[in-house]
């Protein structure tokens, strides 16, 4: 049977890469005592796959791994053995079973959504009315929002409006906060960072990396009628304990 995990990455673990992570996770599963299946073979591995890797430095409240089970124990208890086998800065959140023809994660991914911080110490040049303000005239009042994506090897333009569904200024604690849902997948993935640096250099800012926090809130796929859905919602929670080949 499938199962869908979800986890939260905060703290000094925003420093560990994404193959560190796995690596984490699959030493998780023995110690959480989870049935968890593996591939056949010579080098037989646990069947596991990630929804979308997380930049190293950011944090989130909406990381997403989905495994393959043998049997499996209800959500409840599932979340609570896991959480123990965690260390700080790691917690699961959700553990739901998917249906047996379900995509899995990392195939269904359409978008993400992103508060970008401030730190304190770095400059905030605006208010917060401000800075919307001048979003506006960045992105809303703009037919097409061109910039360039760089990678090792090519350059890509590529136009914000067609690939960002929705930014905004919010405020917390006094202080403004930029919400990004992004193009997040395999063929388009834009990163919240290009398009804050678009909006600096729009604004003539000097754009310093390291002073900004960011963080991801979910992650989505697209569900006909309804739009955007987290990929949790997918799946259902497990009320009763599954023995092996007794999945539905």
Known sequence: MKIRIKFAKSGVMKFIGHLD????FQKAMRRADID????????????????????????????????????????????????????????VLEYRQL?????????????????IYIKEGYDNPYSIPEWQEKLNHFFY???????????????????????????????????PVFYLKVCTGSTDNLKPELVLLAFYEFLSLSYEEFAFQIHRVDVYAKKEGEGF??????????????????DK
């Open 21 to 24: 992570m796995m690596r984490y």
């Open 141 to 175: 009042d703009r037919s097409e929002v061109l910039v360039t994506k760089k990678t090792k090897k090519s350059e890509k333009v590529m136009d914000l409006k067609q690939l960002v569904y929705d930014f905004q200024i919010l405020e917390e604690a006094n202080r």
């Open 99 to 115: 249906p047996t023809d379900a995509k899995n994660a990392m195939s269904i991914v359409a978008a993400a959504d992103y508060k």
């Open 36 to 91: 968890i299946k593996y591939s056949e073979g010579f080098s037989p591995h646990q069947i596991m796959s990630f929804a979308a890797p997380l930049g190293v430095g950011i944090t989130s409240d909406g990381e997403y791994l989905d495994i393959e089970v043998n049997s499996t124990k209800t959500t409840e208890a599932s979340i609570k053995n896991l959480n123990l086998a965690m260390v700080d800065g790691v917690e």
């Open 229 to 246: 859905v987290p990929l949790g919602d997918l799946g259902n929670d497990i009320l009763t304990e599954i023995p092996a080949h007794q």
